[in-house]
């Protein structure tokens, strides 16, 4: 008979046999690139990095410092190198070059129009993979895409939406009135905007007085605080609930009915939900815009009998249409008032085109037309989108068919990610790139002054990506940011309280926020 402590010991022994000879094979393997499967192309040199202790290090990190590690990576082994991130997942593909990044984004994008099938951190948005970003790239991925690009994000539809864009800026700006000569943390004041925006767009509806209290602008900060919270954390809860119960309880609602906090977070995505429904039968029924969800349930899909899609279909479309727009957008308006209020002079001077443009209006807001006619803000906006770009690795892609880029090779399957900040931050395409210098993008005055957003002539920057799962919304994201970010420059001064520093420091949670929240003096710069 064996002991038990003797099975133990047989146990440990057997583990640490087992963890040695994966070390081994590792380490054999990591510096020694496999053979390449083409003559003449070479398959990316491998980080040496103990999977088991990759796995346990990445999940104890935060993504920031995981981009400090991955530049380290970079500095060893070159632009692109071959990672993986646990011992069961397949390895990654890094790539921080701008011209390899347009060759396999641009020149073989087809090649990498897939997702790998588990994409993080949308994974858990969707188990059938019934939304755009998860999409495999094939039939069901297009028919989506066309439609929100075609019914919802084309400039004309998109124009249809110049009344809700006025009403949540009226909104925002009359509750920053209440607040002016205080300081005020602009977050949440500014993610309500912007979410109200996007629901408006997606629903048809507003957000009226009863569900968004902002707008009443009669509640006192702290009522206001608490009511705006609970909204936002409906909306962004919801993302980490859905991840929570696929993980610890097998997907099961019925058994998520205890009070703990995993709990709470799923009766909040549950009232998400019903939340869906109301606006969908009323949007249709009350006449607003086309909106989103209108579009959605005329959907057909050929390739599956004409059948439409389901309501747990649309559901996760809709949610996608608010988790993608929602908090990229901003982040990146705190990262451009942060900017703002950094460098008086670039405010002064944006200031200053307003006022040459507005004139005699200066009771008026900044409509959407003016925005053609200032070169100034354009660069802001751009300059902040380099310098500050909300996700430093997009999503991933997948590889479907062999791909050499310069001398090496993406065999099919591969999982590629491309680092955005890298990209955007590259000293051979940016003088001194981590200044923020909104000049670069001003016609006539910089090499830069021709970025184009897509890429296809060259990739100088990757904020929204690039090639065929490029950001569908980026004109939609850059409308809302341009007009907020004129109307807050013309209507308050924006400052930081005397003696406190603007601090740029980042935090990354769905996107790379401030780690410290903006607070913002704002003064009004007319009298009401
Ligand atoms: C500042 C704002 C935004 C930024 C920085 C941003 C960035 C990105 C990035 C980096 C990707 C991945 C691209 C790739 O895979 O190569 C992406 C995909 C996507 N974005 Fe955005 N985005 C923004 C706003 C929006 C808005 C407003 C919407 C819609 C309302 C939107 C909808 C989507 C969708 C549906 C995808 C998936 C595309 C696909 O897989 O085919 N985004 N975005």
Redesign the pocket.
Known sequence: MVSASTFSLLLVSLLLVSLSLLFLKHFLLSNHPKKPSRSNFLLPPTASFLPIFTHIFFHRRSVLEIAGILRHFHSLHGPIFILRLSPFSHPSFFISDASLCHSA?IQHSAAL?D?PPSVEPVRFLSADNC?????PYGSL?RLL?RN?SAE??HPSRILLFAPARRWALCGLLEYLHCQSGHTVAVREIFQQAIFSL?LF??FGKKLGEKEIPLFRGLMSTKEIDEQMISVQNKYSLYFVGIKMCATFMGNSTSRCSAASPKIRILSISNEMEGIHFTFCSEGKQMGFEYC?VDSLLDIKHPENGGRGLTDDEIVNLCH???I???D??T??LEWIMAELMKNPGIQSKLLLEIESLIGSREEENIMEDDLQRMPYLKAVIMES?RRH???YF????SVTEDVIIEKFLLPKGAKVR?S?ADVNWDKKNWEEPMLFRPERFMVGTDRNDEVDLTGIKEIKM?????????????V???L??ELFVANLVKEFLWKPERGEEVDLSEKLEL?TIMKNPLQAKIIPRRKK
């Open positions: 984004l129009a997702r939304n755009i970003s998860t999409a991925w895409r929100l919802t994000l996007l767009m997606c989103y996608e249409f608010l993608a727009g929602v990229t957008t982040t990146e989108l770009p909300p996700a997009g999503l991933p892609h491309f955005v990757l904020t929204f990506g690039a090639g065929r799962r490029m950001c569908p919304g980026y939609l994201a850059i809302h940011l996107t």
